[in-house]
């Protein structure tokens, strides 16, 4: 293992970092490319899955989803490998997790949703192990809330009901946790809206509306909240509107559907 090549790939890593921050996307991709030749060279597999992920999340943001396929399965074989040396290393079972709760997001957006799950449930697997040893740690406690929510919602495109609402409300319990400690965290709060919105949107596809409206309105509440504290932030404007838009449409749906069974129930009435 030569340090040389550790230090020069980690300095090129911050470099790469800082070009990304100031807009200068066509240097980065330069400097990341030098960042993970010296890092291969390195025999390091810690800096090497650093680079690899960086670099990873930096073409998925650009939109370049089978660049960022690559780099994070690569990503994923450096720490399945620091894993296999070390089970029990928790800086290998972070990366893990955090590597597979990327691929498990990628995959479900080039639509393959099978493997997508295989991730999500391999990044709770690290999580919940994680947090065996240290079961207040907010950062895992917020990755776990993460990756439940992400599974909540596949499971829901896949018409799996019963196992989306139970990483639903695993997310929410997570996220209550959470909360009960920082209850000022903007953070965590847009965490927990997002959640009862997702849920409330996976009940009223599957025709539980009131439970849906109920989950809908307090996310609605929590959006509002935190968009009455910083009115210039477009992130909570737009989870605001969007929250608004969809409760308007379950709304809606409702009226039309009671207006069907009124009128089913009126023709069976003259028969």
């Known amino acids: 293992m030569s340090r040389q090549k550790i230090d020069r790939a980690e300095r090129l890593l ?77 800086d290998a079972q972070t990366c893990v997790a955090a590597v597979n709760n990327n691929l498990g997001t990628l995959k479900k957006e080039l639509k393959q949703p099978e493997e997508a799950g295989k991730h999500f449930e391999r990044a709770l697997e690290m999580l919940e192990k994680l947090l065996e040893k240290d079961s207040g740690n907010s950062t895992y406690l917020t990755h776990l809330g993460m990756a439940s929510n992400n599974l909540g919602n596949l499971y829901s495109e896949l018409g799996k009901t019963e196992k989306s609402e139970k990483q639903f409300r695993r997310a929410l319990e997570t996220y209550g946790e959470l909360l009960a400690k920082e209850p000022e965290n903007n953070l965590y709060q847009s965490y927990l809206g997002t959640a009862y919105m997702n849920f409330g949107v996976m009940q009223g596809k599957n025709g539980f509306k009131e439970e849906a409206e109920q989950n809908m309105v307090k996310a609605l509440e929590i959006r509002g909240k935190l968009l009455a504290s910083d009115q210039e932030n477009q992130g909570y404007k737009a989870d605001y509107d969007m929250t608004l838009e969809k409760l308007r449409e379950l709304r809606e749906k409702g009226k039309l559907e009671d207006k069907a069974e009124e009128k089913i129930a009126e023709e069976k009435t003259e028969e």
């Open 14 to 90: 911050e470099k790469s970092m800082g070009l990304v921050k100031k807009g200068r996307f066509n240097e980065a991709l330069k400097t990341f490319s030098e960042a993970e030749k010296f890092a291969t060279e390195s025999g390091n597999p810690y800096i090497l899955y650093n680079v690899l992920y960086a670099r990873g999340s930096f073409m998925q943001a650009l939109r370049l989803h089978r660049d960022a396929l690559g780099l994070y399965e690569r990503a994923a074989e450096a720490a399945d490998g620091m894993i296999a040396a070390d089970p029990g290393n928790v």
